[in-house]
């Protein structure tokens, strides 16, 4: 039982963004959208300007409570709450055993940046991890995926009652199908000096009445525990309270920050870029939380409805609501960046692809509550290569990009790359035969009848699919000869793309840290380049 060598750490910009993400970090002038980009000191500069004009320390301690500091993090964040300092922030829905690999990539992101900034603006700057706990979506929190020994894909899923409300992940319990599930999740980890670790941690932490967040912000502590960070919990009462002024803001002009929203949306796709979340007319950006689960409150005529229950509000019932039982409210995906900020001095926001292309739609909802969007970043790609991985790239003269593929297409190519010099030159000289042979052949009928060219060009075609296909067989019978060749392109395109997807957004990090231990989480963060380097200048985004 012993530990084997770290991974070697691929990281560098996404590479799964869309158009959208791929111009920003191009540097392409989006000023439309966002209020900097993240090359750009003086992004982080004007907004860090503009935290320190609106949030004094009485409106930094309305949360305080609700903030834990992890780590060494307790000094910077008792100075960030007496007013002299600011957060980069990031956040994410809980998952089983943490999620995937993306989740604490995001956290090491937002720390390497905070220790940049801090440097940068010489202030202190901490990195605050929000735990969405509002967010009910059940069966996108209910699985996690790791490799089993011999490089499958097992995805492993806690199963509950088809008929249960849609509660908030943070009221939502786990129910006696966990147990199973960590008893798979057992099965698939290595055995190391660290795994027994792993197990202890998750044997404590999901349990049936243990709820969805609970059992994730464990995991976020086991994972990133000694790191400089801070976490907060979006559910926290005190966060409730201190975001009610918001949604209130927002309930009694709904109809007007919907058409903002719309028009920003219109201004996107107008751009060329599509948009990330689709806006409907009548959609408020306000939940409404009840027994029944959590519900989105939609527009009418007369007030209110709830969109699932059809339950009827009347708009001064709704802001009675909000000021006296704040806790039966939450926001949704796009007005949950602006609640961030007003709660918390955040001059930067570390996201996934998606949440940095709705950032764009958000602008002008952000400036109806007179706030500066945050500066987005864009969090790193990382790919971890394993070292039986590396060998068979290398074996192959591949990299680890090139593993992408649908495997079968993947196989032949590299099949193709190691035929036999005289297969490929007799195949090439079957394809110039047909092409030269009909085409002179089609030129000498010219005279005889102009009408022969067609079933003459028709042969050839014909002649080349069998010349394909008989290359196709030949590829198949040497698949069969490479069958441990074969084996070893699987294993390897499984660990780096499984399923087709990019590993960080699939694979689990216990299964790593039960391998490699806690110094991976080191080694990952240290990889990670958050400098801002001077490339584009913009201040936006542009509301009427």
């Given at each position: 039982?012993?530990?084997?060598?770290?991974?070697?750490?691929?990281?560098?910009?996404?590479?799964?963004?869309?158009a959208?993400i791929?111009?920003?970090?191009?540097?392409?002038?989006?000023?439309?959208?966002?209020?900097?980009h993240?090359?750009?000191?003086?992004?982080?500069?004007?907004?860090?300007?503009?935290?320190?004009?609106?949030?004094?320390?009485?409106?930094?301690?309305?949360?305080?409570?609700?903030?834990?500091?992890?780590?060494?993090?307790?000094?910077?964040?008792?100075?960030?709450?007496?007013?002299?300092?600011?957060?980069?922030?990031?956040?994410?829905?809980?998952?089983?055993?943490?999620?995937?690999?993306?989740?604490?990539?995001?956290?090491?992101?937002?720390?390497r940046?905070?220790?940049?900034?801090?440097?940068?603006?010489?202030?202190?700057?901490?990195?605050?991890?929000?735990?969405g706990?509002?967010?009910?979506?059940?069966?996108?929190?209910?699985?996690?995926?790791?490799?089993?020994?011999?490089?499958?894909?097992?995805?492993?899923?806690?199963?509950?009652?088809?008929?249960?409300?849609?509660?908030?992940?943070?009221?939502?319990?786990?129910?006696?199908?966990?147990?199973?599930?960590?008893?798979?999740?057992?099965?698939?980890?290595?055995?190391?000096?660290?795994?027994a670790?792993?197990?202890?941690h998750?044997?404590?932490?999901?349990?049936?009445?243990?709820?969805?967040?609970?059992?994730?912000t464990?995991?976020?502590?086991?994972?990133?525990?000694?790191?400089?960070?801070?976490?907060?919990?979006?559910?926290?009462?005190?966060?409730?309270?201190?975001?009610?002024?918001?949604?209130?803001?927002?309930?009694?002009s709904?109809?007007?920050?919907?058409?903002?929203?719309?028009?920003?949306?219109?201004?996107?796709?107008?751009?060329?870029?599509?948009?990330?979340?689709?806006?409907?007319?009548?959609?408020?950006?306000?939940?409404?939380?009840?027994g029944?689960?959590?519900?989105?409150?939609?527009?009418?005529?007369?007030?209110?409805?709830?969109?699932?229950?059809?339950?009827?509000?009347?708009?001064?019932?709704?802001?009675?609501?909000?000021?006296?039982?704040?806790?039966?409210?939450?926001?949704?995906?796009?007005?949950?960046?602006?609640?961030e900020?007003?709660?918390?001095?955040?001059?930067?926001?570390?996201?996934?692809?998606?949440?940095?292309?709705?950032?764009?739609?958000?602008?002008?909802?952000?400036?109806?509550?007179?706030?500066?969007?945050?500066?987005?970043?864009?969090?790193?790609?990382?790919?971890?290569?394993?070292?039986?991985?590396?060998?068979?790239?290398?074996?192959?003269?591949?990299?680890?990009?090139?593993?992408?593929?649908?495997?079968?297409?993947?196989?032949?190519?590299?099949?193709?790359?190691?035929?036999?010099?005289?297969?490929?030159?007799?195949?090439?000289?079957?394809?110039?035969?047909?092409?030269?042979?009909?085409?002179?052949l089609?030129?000498?009928?010219?005279?005889?009848?102009?009408?022969?060219?067609?079933?003459?060009?028709?042969?050839?075609?014909?002649?080349?699919?069998?010349?394909?296909?008989?290359?196709?067989?030949?590829?198949?019978?040497?698949?069969?000869?490479?069958?441990?060749?074969?084996?070893?392109?699987?294993?390897?395109?499984?660990?780096?793309?499984?399923?087709?997807?990019?590993?960080?957004?699939?694979?689990?990090?216990?299964?790593?840290?039960?391998?490699?231990?806690?110094?991976?989480?080191?080694?990952?963060?240290?990889?990670?380049?958050?400098?801002?380097?001077?490339?584009?200048?913009?201040?936006?985004?542009?509301?009427?």
């Amino acid at each position: 039982m012993t530990a084997a060598a770290g991974p070697h750490i691929l990281a560098g910009p996404l590479s799964d963004g869309g158009a959208l993400i791929r111009d920003y970090a191009a540097a392409h002038d989006l000023s439309p959208f966002y209020t900097g980009h993240p090359g750009d000191l003086g992004a982080y500069v004007r907004k860090a300007d503009e935290v320190a004009g609106r949030m004094d320390p009485a409106t930094r301690a309305r949360v305080a409570s609700a903030i834990q500091p992890l780590g060494d993090a307790a000094d910077r964040l008792q100075r960030i709450i007496a007013g002299d300092g600011f957060f980069v922030t990031t956040g994410q829905q809980p998952a089983l055993f943490g999620g995937p690999l993306y989740t604490p990539y995001k956290i090491l992101a937002a720390i390497r940046l905070a220790d940049v900034l801090e440097r940068q603006l010489a202030r202190p700057v901490l990195a605050l991890f929000w735990i969405g706990s509002d967010d009910h979506d059940w069966n996108e929190a209910n699985h996690a995926t790791l490799l089993d020994a011999h490089a499958y894909t097992r995805r492993i899923t806690v199963h509950a009652d088809g008929a249960a409300p849609a509660l908030p992940l943070g009221d939502r319990v786990w129910g006696p199908d966990v147990g199973r599930a960590v008893g798979e999740l057992f099965e698939l980890l290595p055995d190391t000096p660290y795994s027994a670790g792993i197990r202890e941690h998750v044997r404590t932490a999901y349990t049936p009445d243990a709820t969805v967040a609970s059992s994730f912000t464990a995991t976020i502590r086991h994972l990133l525990g000694n790191r400089r960070l801070a976490i907060v919990d979006s559910g926290d009462r005190a966060v409730r309270r201190a975001a009610a002024p918001v949604l209130r803001r927002e309930a009694e002009s709904a109809a007007d920050n919907i058409a903002r929203v719309a028009r920003q949306t219109a201004r996107l796709i107008a751009a060329g870029y599509r948009a990330p979340v689709t806006v409907a007319p009548d959609a408020s950006n306000i939940m409404l939380h009840d027994g029944q689960g959590r519900d989105r409150l939609m527009l009418t005529p007369g007030g209110w409805t709830t969109r699932r229950q059809r339950r009827v509000v009347a708009t001064t019932e709704l802001l009675h609501m909000i000021g006296a039982e704040p806790d039966r409210f939450s926001p949704n995906v796009l007005l949950r960046p602006v609640v961030e900020s007003a709660l918390f001095p955040t001059i930067a926001y570390v996201a996934g692809p998606g949440e940095a292309s709705y950032f764009a739609q958000i602008g002008c909802l952000f400036a109806a509550h007179g706030i500066l969007p945050p500066v987005v970043v864009p969090r790193p790609g990382v790919t971890l290569v394993e070292s039986k991985t590396a060998a068979i790239l290398e074996r192959l003269g591949m990299q680890a990009s090139d593993v992408q593929l649908p495997f079968d297409e993947l196989a032949s190519r590299v099949i193709r790359r190691g035929l036999p010099a005289d297969i490929e030159a007799s195949l090439a000289a079957i394809r110039e035969s047909l092409h030269g042979g009909y085409a002179r052949l089609a030129d000498a009928t010219e005279a005889v009848d102009p009408t022969l060219r067609g079933p003459l060009l028709a042969a050839r075609d014909a002649g080349l699919m069998r010349a394909n296909r008989t290359e196709r067989k030949i590829i198949t019978h040497m698949r069969r000869r490479e069958e441990v060749l074969m084996e070893q392109l699987r294993r390897a395109a499984a660990n780096l793309y499984p399923g087709g997807k990019s590993q960080e957004r699939v694979l689990n990090m216990l299964y790593y840290t039960s391998r490699y231990g806690p110094d991976l989480i080191d080694a990952i963060g240290a990889a990670l380049d958050m400098e801002p380097r001077f490339v584009a200048s913009w201040a936006g985004p542009l509301c009427e």
